[in-house]
């Protein structure tokens, strides 16, 4: 009976502890704290060396638990990356994500070395141990103050936050093996990386279309949807992983595959793996502060402090701004990239391997990543906002999305039930304009079902439900929130090239000799962009009208005001295409055409 006891004192300290976790990210959230250093103080309190007295050593299970986590979260992390917004900036993001690795490690080992007492491969293990950028801790971070980035930066740290993980792993157990048997060439390197990234990427591009086969023709009953997709994920990894290929990059890009392909249920596959990933990170982190010693810290804190400060001020900033010169970012932007590589529980897992190990000095890893981590989620985490203003990289802040109501219809893989309520001074209740590929279905006014012709006129307070493909919902959001006031340039100004986005598309026909309907010509060509984009307008996004292409000039309020007209001279006078942009369009063709996207 006593071994039962104690197991009931084990589930009922690791549910209060989880409980404690999930309570304290609304504090964390208030004051702006990150939340993961919130859960390590948590594990660190309850620890044998703090309050709650908990004894836990056990790193076999810390590994198995955050090997799951880690898993599920780069999954979750595909699943809501649109590959549209990330095809721009897939070269960079990689060459962050594989060459921005390595550097950083070698530029932090000489730092571990003098100040750790390492020789250089374990300096080169230490380094490559911190090397990776935690993506739970980038975005959460971004989402918990508030930022909108500009759209090739944010896609960039998604992109490079996703998939650097893998290269990073990989770096760690080629050094614990170097230093477990003593011996290794590059050639041995070169190759078992190769054969793990190509591997893992036939094994993701597999498994992923295997899922979405799955969910469509299977007929899973209600619920069990979210489930399976959760399972799926974990046994892409496992596979992965037992034909010693890169798991964690097979789970991510069959993330990217089933997220942008039209499936069942997608809605509660996303809301259910968001719960998951959060209780799987709030579990790791507790567990990571459980392992921790704060008796032992002390002894290594001084030169740990020296190291994360060199990885922060020198290793990562030298990285970034040596991979990205092929890439036309500015300074701003290289400097913010550098400074948001935010070191988080992927540092303090992967510190967890020589501990698995049992190589010497593998807690000496652990402590010092644990620092670095502490460290860069006070000093970055905490000025993350004030530099992406500083800098320029952060657009104004924009009013907090309407309330959207989604349901999947059973049998339908190509439109779901999108409402809204409607605001007063929504672009939907002031313009009438809603988008080409949605149409309203019904309209609930004062509880009662209504057509949209019985509605007719639609008036605030009501809701609106349309049909709208799933990946282009979110795009209804921003005809359903309040507008903002925008200024207008010169409403003279229409010239050859520049027009004003609040001319019609009559007016240009009339000037430039372009077809348009009849009921198209009352539309503004600031309408024009809202209802031929899927998303939000931004400077350069271009739309076609008749023999001429429309750019967004200048974006106020969150609407096209300056419109760039793209003559039919200009695309002959356009200079031919270099061989990289034509590789790069080969390559992402080839992407599109393999994974289905």
């Known amino acids: 009976m006593a071994s039962l006891?104690?197991?009931?004192?084990?589930?009922?300290?690791?549910?209060?502890?989880?409980?404690?976790?999930?309570?304290?990210?609304?504090?964390?959230?208030?004051?702006?704290?990150?939340?993961?250093?919130?859960?390590?103080?948590?594990?660190?309190l309850a620890g044998d060396s703090g309050p709650g007295q908990v004894r836990f050593d056990d790193v076999r299970t810390t590994y198995l638990v955050g090997s799951v986590a880690l898993a599920l979260i780069l999954f979750d992390g595909g699943l809501r990356t649109r590959f549209q917004s990330i095809r721009a900036v897939l070269a960079p993001s990689m060459v962050l994500a594989t060459i921005g690795v390595l550097l950083t490690?070698?530029?932090?080992?000489?730092a571990a070395r003098y100040v750790l007492d390492l020789n250089w491969t374990e300096a080169l293990l230490a380094g490559a141990v911190l090397a990776s950028t935690d993506a739970a801790a980038v975005f959460l971070l971004v989402h918990a103050q508030g930022l909108r980035l500009r759209p090739r930066v944010g896609a960039t740290l998604e992109a490079e936050?996703?998939?650097?993980?893998?290269?990073?792993?990989?770096?760690?157990?080629?050094?614990v093996e170097l230093i477990s048997v003593g011996q290794s060439s590059a050639w041995h390197v070169a190759l078992e990386f190769s054969r793990e990234a190509v591997l893992g990427a036939i094994i993701g591009l597999i498994g992923g279309r295997a899922v979405v086969l799955a969910l469509n023709r299977v007929a899973l009953p209600q619920g069990l949807h979210a489930p399976f997709v959760a399972t799926a994920a974990l046994v892409i990894f496992?596979?992965?992983?037992?034909?010693?290929?890169?798991?964690f990059l097979a789970v991510y890009l069959a993330g990217i595959i089933i997220g942008n392909r039209p499936t069942r249920a997608h809605n509660s596959v996303v809301t259910f793996l968001d719960a998951a990933t959060w209780l799987a990170q709030i579990v790791m982190f507790v567990l990571l502060g459980l392992l921790v010693s704060p008796q032992r810290l002390l002894a290594s804190v001084v030169p740990s402090i020296i190291v994360a400060l060199v990885l922060m001020l020198l290793a990562r900033p030298l990285a970034?701004?040596?991979?990205?010169?092929?890439?036309?970012?500015?300074?701003r932007e290289k400097i913010f990239i550098a400074w948001t590589g935010l070191r988080g529980a992927v540092a303090i897992f992967l510190a967890s391997i020589p501990m698995l190990v049992g190589l010497s000095k593998a807690y000496l890893y652990f402590d010092v990543a644990f620092v670095v981590v502490i460290i860069s989620l006070l000093l970055q985490g905490w000025t993350l906002a004030a530099a992406a203003r500083r800098l320029h990289v952060a657009l104004p802040r924009a009013d907090r999305g309407p309330r959207r109501v989604e349901l999947d219809l059973p049998g339908q893989l190509e439109q779901q039930l999108v409402g809204y309520s409607v605001r007063a001074r929504s672009l939907f209740f002031r313009r009438g304009l809603v988008p080409s590929w949605s149409k309203p279905t019904l309209v609930i006014r004062d509880q009662h079902i209504l057509s949209p012709a019985e509605a007719d006129p639609i008036a605030p307070g009501d809701y609106i439900y349309l049909l709208a493909p799933p990946e282009k919902a979110d795009a209804l959001d921003r005809f359903f929130v309040d507008m903002q006031p925008s200024s207008a340039p010169d409403p003279h100004l229409l010239g050859d090239f520049v027009v004003s986005g609040e001319h019609t598309l009559g007016e240009l026909a009339e000037i430039y000799g372009v077809v348009v309907s009849e009921h198209q010509a009352k539309l503004t060509l600031a309408d024009y962009f809202?209802?031929?984009?899927?998303?939000?307008?931004?400077?350069?996004?271009a739309v076609d009208l008749d023999t001429i292409v429309l750019v967004a000039r200048s974006i106020s309020g969150g609407r096209v005001n300056v419109v760039g007209l793209r003559l039919p001279e200009e695309k002959e006078e356009l200079a031919p295409s270099t061989r990289l942009g034509s590789l790069k369009r080969k390559l992402s063709e080839l992407w599109s055409s393999v994974a289905g996207i």
Request: include cysteine; glycine fraction near 8%; proline fraction near 5%.
């Open 238 to 247: 496992g596979a992965a992983q037992i034909a010693h290929a890169s798991g």
């Open 105 to 110: 490690a070698l530029i932090t080992a000489p």
């Open 530 to 541: 809202d209802l031929h984009l899927d998303h939000a307008p931004t400077d350069g996004a």
């Open 320 to 331: 970034v701004f040596l991979c990205l010169v092929p890439f036309r970012f500015n300074w």
């Open 5 to 44: 006891d104690q197991v009931s004192i084990v589930i009922l300290l690791g549910a209060a502890l989880v409980m404690a976790g999930i309570l304290s990210s609304l504090l964390a959230l208030r004051f702006g704290a990150p939340l993961l250093l919130v859960f390590l103080l948590i594990g660190m």
């Open 161 to 175: 936050s996703g998939t650097n993980d893998p290269f990073a792993v990989f770096l760690t157990l080629m050094l």
